[in-house]
């Protein structure tokens, strides 16, 4: 019997490849004012992104106690193992609350091998690691090879990230106006990693669109393995001509042409809005 993956809808994997791979997804919750919203299935990331640019301020919140609990309860009971591959814990305490009702599963129901693993990883790169462990469970992996086969994904897989526009993180908190508008008015694009802890770190900032776009492309070219054939993951929020910018340019100069595109699930795009872009590729196989 193989091995159940379980993942939350922080994974930007296109929904049918999930339902391929029988991915259980869990979703996470997203707030607006007194109203709240299970995520890919109350409300849908093109209503968000939309709302936003009307100046709707949204927010999100972990996958709750009980929503592990009673995951986990009905694989226990059915005797059949699992293996949860969460968010990562640098942005988000889904991975402690995760852990807690695994324990208390273990506790109660023994005999069944309930797991819980910090990808560190977040939207498409959660979803290139989801891809991968699923596809391998399904082959009969054993739960001791998958979780090693998780942490080789960690590893090897590049998250990149930029926002074009500021002023949505301003209304989340996270900016101050005057350096939004400053940010703004100058053109200043923020270039963005997650840094091997699972957390999201400014690495460098861009004046224009052009010098972005030749920063990713650069980046990409620098640290991918045989960019000409790996696929490369395009998750953004309504950032078409960017996205068709730098692919234009990696097919222009490298041959690439292997590209898949999704958009950006809201546990990340509230934060940073519509106008938001993220690119993820290996270094290495993980395989």
């Known amino acids: 019997m193989c091995i159940h993956i379980i993942t939350d809808s922080a994974c930007d994997l296109p929904k ?23 995520d890919g299935i109350d409300i849908q990331p093109e209503e968000i992104y939309k709302n936003m640019k009307e100046g709707v301020v949204y927010k999100t919140s972990q996958i709750p106690y ?7 309860k009905t694989y226990a009971e059915a005797r059949q193992d699992a293996l949860l591959l969460s968010f990562s814990s640098g942005l988000s305490g889904t991975y402690q609350t995760a852990c807690l009702a695994k324990n208390e599963i273990n506790k109660e129901y023994p005999d069944v091998d309930i797991r819980v693993v910090d990808t560190k990883a977040v939207t498409g790169g959660l979803g290139m690691v989801v891809d991968v462990v699923a596809e391998q469970a399904q082959n009969g992996m054993s739960m001791d090879e998958l979780i090693q086969l ?10 990149i990230f930029t926002v074009t ?3 949505y993180v301003c209304r989340g908190g996270r900016l101050s106006r005057p350096s939004a508008f400053i940010g703004n008015a100058l053109k200043i694009h923020p270039f963005m990693i997650v840094d091997d802890e699972g957390k999201l770190e400014i690495t460098d900032k861009c004046r224009g669109e ?8 650069q980046y990409i070219a620098d640290h991918s393995y045989d960019i000409a054939h790996q696929k490369i993951y395009f998750v953004d929020a309504y950032q078409d001509h960017l996205v068709n910018a730098v692919q234009e ?37 993980p395989l």
């Open 249 to 285: 340019q990696l097919t222009k100069q490298y041959g690439c042409t292997n590209f898949s595109r999704k958009i950006l699930a809201p546990v990340i795009g509230t934060h940073i809005g519509p106008g938001s872009m993220t690119v993820f590729f290996y270094d290495q196989k």
């Open 16 to 38: 049918e490849r999930l339902e391929a791979l029988q991915v259980q997804v869990l979703p996470l919750y997203v707030t607006q004012g007194d109203n709240i919203y299970r």
């Open 165 to 167: 526009n500021l002023e």
């Open 150 to 159: 998780t942490n080789r994904c960690h590893e090897h897989i590049h998250h």
């Open 66 to 72: 009980q929503d592990y609990y009673d995951c986990f």
């Open 210 to 217: 052009k010098r972005l776009v030749k920063k990713f492309v």
